[in-house]
Structure formats: structure tokens, C-alpha cells
Nanobody, 126 residues
Framework: QVQLVESGGGLVQAGGSLRLSCAAS????????MAWFRQAPGLGREFVAR????????YYTDSVKGRFTISRVNARNTVYLQMNSLKPEDTAVYYC???????????????????WGQGTQVTVSS
């Protein structure tokens, strides 16, 4: 089973940028679709973005379209989330997630994902 470790979170001013990384342990990383979710204080976990196993297909939640970019480098077993034009409402713990059986239309749902990282805090000050 794949293990995931996120990094790259921190404190940034509104309008700034951060790049999150998620390193995976599995040698079969290129078989997994990958996603980022986030959880703000007092709220449930929210889908942010997803990328197919070959990196060709991506999906985003409406609130981040045009600002965030998900990408992956399978040779490095790593998925990234480039976050630009950050807003205070982007403040959350960001989680990386792996889907070992991609193909479902339920990609926005937590239950679709087998494995989760520990999360990395992103705080955007106004």
C-alpha cells in the first residue's frame, strides 16, 4: 500500500503563492490517480483537485480554477499543487490522497480514496 507525505505548507500573505508536494512510497505510483483535499477549521474535508495516473486529465473545484494547478512527476513518485493568488479562505490543512482504482465518477468524494497523507497546514493572512 502506498504511503504519502505532504510538505510545502506555511504562512503566506493574500495574493502570494505556495507549492505543496506529496511524496509517495509505492513503486506502482503511476497506477494511482491522485488528489488534494483540504479541511478548514470547523468544516468537513473538501475536494480541491485531482490528476489522472498519467497526468493527462485534471479536475478542480470551482473556487480554485485558474489559481491552482495540480501536476505529477511519476519518475519522482511525487504530485504537486501549485497555489497562486492565495486568499484567506484558502486557509486549511491540505491532504494528499491516492486512488488505486481510478475510473469512478465519484472522484470528489473522500470514500473514493484508499490512502491519505498526514496533511500540511496552509495559512493565508489578509
Amino acid at each position: 500500500q502506498v504511503q504519502l507525505v505532504e510538505s510545502g505548507g506555511g504562512l503566506v500573505q493574500a495574493g502570494g503563492s505556495l507549492r505543496l508536494s506529496c511524496a509517495a512510497s509505492a513503486r506502482t505510483f503511476n497506477n494511482y490517480a491522485m488528489a488534494w483535499f483540504r479541511q478548514a477549521p470547523g468544516l468537513g474535508r473538501e475536494f480541491v483537485a485531482r490528476i489522472s495516473s498519467n497526468g493527462v486529465i485534471t479536475y478542480y473545484t470551482d473556487s480554485v480554477k485558474g489559481r491552482f494547478t495540480i501536476s505529477r512527476v511519476n519518475a519522482r513518485n511525487t504530485v504537486y499543487l501549485q497555489m497562486n493568488s492565495l486568499k484567506p479562505e484558502d486557509t486549511a490543512v491540505y491532504y494528499c490522497a491516492a486512488d488505486s482504482t481510478p475510473g469512478s465518477s465519484n472522484y470528489r468524494m473522500e470514500v473514493e480514496y484508499d490512502t491519505w497523507g498526514q496533511g500540511t497546514q496552509v495559512t493565508v493572512s489578509s
